[in-house]
């Protein structure tokens, strides 16, 4: 998989430093007369740079705690397994802010590593991690390893699919709805949208990190599909990264602009190089 051109690091606001654990993969060296002895001399001697699947494993320290974060690379994962700086700017936000989710029903969309919504736990909320199913087991790993056993509510970890399961979970009944990293697929865009407007009620704030990829229509989809449903205030902007924060209340009143359905591509957006079988991956 082509190492995306905004990958994921370190933050403003957020360290990162590796975490050394034992099990962590790193696997062992070639024995002697294995073959191809003299290019793998000249290579970094790290199995895991050719396997199918590799894991990382790294510490964050966030909201002043130290939130250990496992990715599992691969082509299983794609996308799903980094955490991106888009999540680590929304957590950064969190700390600016001083946040407090006590007494919060939250719900993150996409979550990956499950990074904004562990955090989001940590700080105190009720709080449901939502992805596709590839990606639930790698969540449930990152919760086992942040959050106390002991701890209630403990997060939950659960299989969404925007627009087509989202009946599954309650009408409007979150504060909180967390979205890092999510806006780079047009053909989603109605999907998530549906999918926003089932979640929110009149007094759910959704906030919304997303690397401003415009040639993907992340613009198209704040400034111009999301105003149709909802009220959307720029927070945030962070230049050097190309970074948004955005807070998203109060869907518009029912039948004001009907949602497109599925079949209207991205009510109106057209990527610029929209080529059969275009990448999934943020670039």
């Not at 002043?64 to 082509?75: K, L």
């Not at 927070?235 to 599925?262: F, K, M, W």
């Amino acid at each position: 998989m082509a190492a995306p051109t905004d990958a994921p690091g370190g933050h403003v606001g957020s360290g990162s430093e590796s975490e050394s654990e034992s099990g962590s993969g790193s696997g062992s060296e070639p024995e002697a007369g294995s073959g191809g002895g003299a290019l793998l001399a000249a290579l970094p001697r790290c199995p895991a740079l050719f396997a199918d699947a590799f894991p990382e494993r790294r510490r964050y320290r966030l909201c002043g705690r130290v939130v250990r974060i496992a990715q599992h690379h691969g082509a299983r994962l794609g996308v799903a397994a980094p955490v991106w700086e888009a999540a680590l700017a929304l957590c950064a936000y969190f700390e600016e802010q001083q946040m407090d989710f006590q007494g919060k029903s939250v719900i993150e969309l996409g979550a990956g590593t499950g990074i904004v919504g562990i955090l989001a736990a940590l700080l105190g909320g009720d709080v449901t991690i939502t992805d596709l199913p590839v990606a639930l087991e790698q969540i449930r790993e990152n919760v086992r390893r942040n959050v106390p056993a002991a701890r209630a509510p403990r997060p939950r970890v659960r299989a969404l699919s925007w627009g087509l399961d989202h009946d599954a979970f309650p009408r409007g009944a979150y504060d909180v709805v967390l979205g890092a990293d999510i806006v780079y697929v047009p053909e989603t865009f109605p999907r998530l949208v549906a999918t926003l407007r089932h979640l929110a009620g009149p007094r759910t704030v959704a906030l919304l990190s997303s690397k401003m990829r415009r040639e993907l229509g992340a613009a198209f989809f704040f400034e111009t599909l999301l105003p149709r449903h909802f009220r959307v205030e720029l927070l945030r902007r962070h230049e050097e990264q190309d970074i948004n924060i955005y807070r998203v209340t109060c869907p518009a009143p029912a039948g004001v602009l009907p949602l497109a359905s599925h079949s209207d591509r991205d009510e109106g957006f057209v990527p610029t190089q929209a080529a059969p079988g275009m990448s999934q991956e943020p670039p």
